[in-house]
């Protein structure tokens, strides 16, 4: 074998990891995922209305919509630890558009597609209108008195 150089570059092969598909679920898998879950709690809640057997399926509801917003969050390339982050506020509202609205791999290609910036636009704007809501029930009823 021949020897080396130390100031020569190592020779390997260069691999990326991307396969072009990204484990998880994308944002119309999640977006259904949540809207069946939420229905489906609606209905057992009303039908189990005293019963014991409704916190069940509270608590399978809660499991099943952190699963789906861990699968999400690995779709966007974030760790599911992430997931935690809807404990805190606000950040729990950062955590929610990065579930609705950013594309599969956002965190390595860094871009968003139009579907993207529309979504985000929405998820804003309804932000926007609930704190124009809140700040309008403190602020006519003060002005009233």
């Not at 968003?112 to 403190?138: C, E, H, P, R």
Request: charged share 10%; with cysteine.
């Amino acid at each position: 074998m021949a020897e080396q150089s130390v100031y020569s570059a190592p020779e390997a092969e260069l691999a990326t990891s991307y396969t072009g598909e990204y484990p998880g679920l994308d944002r119309l898998q999640y977006f259904l995922y949540s809207v069946g879950i939420g229905v489906a709690n609606m209905v057992f809640s009303v039908v189990l209305m005293d019963s014991p057997l409704s916190m069940v399926v509270l608590l399978a509801a809660i499991g099943a919509s952190v699963w789906i917003i861990v699968q999400r969050l690995q779709n966007v390339g974030m760790n599911g630890w992430w997931t935690l982050a809807f404990i805190v506020p606000f950040l729990n509202i950062y955590i929610g558009l990065v579930c609705l609205a950013f594309p599969p791999g956002y965190k390595t290609h860094k871009t968003f597609d139009t579907a993207a910036k529309v979504l985000m636009g929405l998820f804003m704007g309804f932000i926007l209108l609930g704190v124009i809501g809140i700040v309008a029930a403190v602020a006519i009823p003060a002005m009233a008195s």
